[in-house]
């Protein structure tokens, strides 16, 4: 992984085959950013260039789990990262945490490096139990990994009431939970992760965000679409 700040645009469930076409011929890949398409869209990604990551992968090796991807596959494919518990996934597909500790195993195992997304609800936020939670879904993603793997695990901080919403914290809440963040995998593992922030990033509050020193990179959902947008905030990143 590159020294600098992450930049990672999670496509989600977006783009038709003729928009994708369109997207690539209006950003150029580059070392600095990777685009997490929908799987059936990587090779037409890898192929033109781009750094890439995968939005989800199996718990399982490989075998008979219909609709599934694991790990191995899209190592296979060329794909870098694996986007791993992400809140739309823990609550729209039921993902526990006992099933996000063992995805992150099986990317781990095959070489990806992961990006293992945490966050609160609003009330959660409003109970003061940001921190509980995190400290709870840190505990139980990232638990029995060896103390190397963790080098190449990476924490998206996402707010629940701050993903798709234009909501977002202050710099100030963001620093303090990365804090906190890198805090409990190091009394965990005794290594600091890199922490991301996601939730509702945009080509204008990039410029402010990009002044947190505590975090090392941006995954971006809605702005990572629209490529005007999304060049804007690489270069916003990068500038620093
Ligand atoms: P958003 O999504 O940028 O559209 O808020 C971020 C995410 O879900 O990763």
Redesign the pocket.
Known sequence: MENNKLIIG?M?MNLTLKEVKEYIKQIEPDKNFYVCPPSIYLSYFNDSGYNTGIQNVSEFDMGAYTGEISAIQAVSMGVDLV?IG???RRMYLHETDEIINNKVKKSLLSGMDVIL?VGETLEEKEQNNTKDKLNKQLIEDLKNLDKEDIKYVIV?Y?PIW????GKIPTNEEISDISNFIKQVVNNMYGLEPKVLY?????DTNIEELNNIDSIDGF??????LKPDKFKKIIETVDKK
């Open positions: 999670n989600k986007i992400h809140s739309e997304c998206a996402e701050a993903i798709g919403t996601g939730g509702s990033i945009n995954l971006i959902g809605g702005a990572c």
